[in-house]
């Protein structure tokens, strides 16, 4: 069984052919181009598409981009990036252009989509991806489908706050996750840090350019023994620990998988997060609780696409 | 259409005929005498049930108790103040000494199912429901069902944490909204304020006994225009809004049904609670938000049973 999955991204369109077993069949990037409008985006991700199924049998496409995604998973409210989008019924608008069934989801759940079909959600029946890049996303996976809540929306996980007194992120809410987590945040935390201890490597490296720190740089700074950049991702993890308890407590869904580039500093986050969990969450959902590392690379999002159009039309 | 209602309280098990139209029908309360024994106690509740069943046509019971509720809705695990039950399917045990079917479900989901079917909750097809009492408890409808979560334990509202900091409530997690709004913790966070302000009344009324102090007495003192009154009761209000905007943004339900002894305060808590929410909470999900009172009384725990009975059975 092959369908297609579109990644729209700000820079470029990624499509392809996926087989529900073999994964990517055939694949190809376009530039986006979003500043010739709509139309015009929407036109160039139809021709894409049609100049991959003629030689496959399709049963319908999917589709990621960002932004808040309606619950019958057809139309996008106010997608950043893509200018002139106030409220687009893109699967319509595709499924008009290409005659092939269309749904579109946002790229944080398209990411739970991917590993549910194809990277570590495909032994549970219920989980939580957490995506920890520029921001932190999540999508929520209850009895192998997507969670939506009452308008589409559910899963801002990013948003959850757990200090109420806390730093603001890029939202209105003050002291969530993503303040802390979300790479821009966490690279702001780190340099603070990094600027109070002049005698760390870190400081020398970066004391005229702590713009550029980025995550991967104290990950690999930890990696090689620095106390400081161990510190800092532990005192992370901590945090991620703790929105992770008020998940469970939540909804009592006891699996995480955990991607995104923050994720890979890998143990030195989830190792001090499971400390957290394990001394701060409720003992009757510690049964079966997990958090694992999730890597299916760059193309996460065309599987995660494609595992949309597997649920909604096969 | 008719069922039974049993609310299995530390003092009492009250159990009542609940028409799905007409409400209560019949009621008769019995103490519970836990200390007997468990056997005692499950032929004590069907002894009762099978009194009120004789003249009518019953499709089953329900029955609302403390402690964590299986998936399944038939066996309790260790339930406080019933000494003896560590893992008990009360469902069957209740079922074979009555003839009759019987689900189980725990206090503040019974609390939901009550609003669901007989109170503010009616209007609604998804809502969440927080019972503000000893503790904090919570209840989530989703399409008119209970959410339960994968293992049966969804909904512990109260744990969830809005300020990891923050202080310790009766389980191992901090800075919970159970740990400020609780009974205890609300009257102990009072009682701290009052001492710092020997000039206002309460001050006199309660210094010497700091004990006695309850929430109910911030809300007449308020209600008569003490300011330090209104104060402890808007930051109390505010904090649960910080909890809500939580509960929002993971599950995107935006119906909120508050009830319990606290919540007899009213907009003194609810108005600060808006304004924290119109304030914190993302844009997109404010679209239908709604927080609402609920009092359905001393027959509440009936009412909700009745309906776990309605929604099993019929």
């Known amino acids: 069984m092959k369908a297609i999955g579109v990644d729209l991204g700000g820079t470029n369109i990624k499509a392809a052919v996926v087989d529900d077993k073999q994964g990517i069949v055939e694949q190809v990037t376009t530039p986006t181009r979003a500043s010739l409008g709509k139309d015009f985006l929407l036109d160039r991700i139809a021709e894409t598409v049609t100049g ?49 069934p269309c749904k579109v989801e946002n790229d944080a759940n398209i990411a739970a989509l991917g590993s549910l079909h194809f990277g570590v959600g495909q032994q549970f029946e219920s989980f939580i991806m957490i995506t920890l ?82 995550p991967l740089d104290l990950t690999n700074a930890a990696n090689e023994g620095n106390d400081l950049a161990i510190e800092i991702l532990a005192k992370s993890g901590q945090r991620l620990g703790y929105a992770i308890i008020n998940y469970v ?15 890979k500093a890998g143990d030195l986050l989830f190792e001090p997060a499971r400390e957290i969990i394990d001394k701060h969450m409720m003992e009757p959902f510690k049964e079966g609780f997990e958090l694992v590392y999730e890597d299916l690379g760059n193309e996460s999002a065309l599987l995660g696409a494609s595992g949309l159009a597997f649920d909604s039309f096969s």
């Open 52 to 100: 991959l199924v003629k030689n496959h049998e399709i049963i319908g496409i999917g589709l990621g981009l960002p932004g808040m995604v309606s619950k019958d998973q057809t139309t996008v409210k106010n997608p950043p990036n893509l200018p002139g989008w106030k409220e687009v019924n893109a699967a319509e608008e595709i499924s008009t252009r290409t005659n092939l």
């Open 133 to 214: 890049g520029t921001g932190v996303g999540g999508g929520i996976i209850y009895d192998r489908k997507l969670f939506k809540g009452t308008q589409g929306m559910a899963g801002e996980l990013g948003h959850v706050i757990i200090d109420y007194h806390g730093p603001l992120s890029n939202s209105v809410t003050r002291g969530t996750v993503e303040a802390y987590l979300g790479q821009r945040f966490l690279s702001r935390f780190a340099s603070d840090l990094i600027s109070q201890n002049p005698s760390n490597p870190l400081y020398e490296q970066f004391a005229d350019n702590f713009d550029e720190l980025e």
């Open 249 to 263: 407590h939540m909804m009592d869904i006891r699996k995480f998988v955990v991607g995104g580039g923050v994720a």
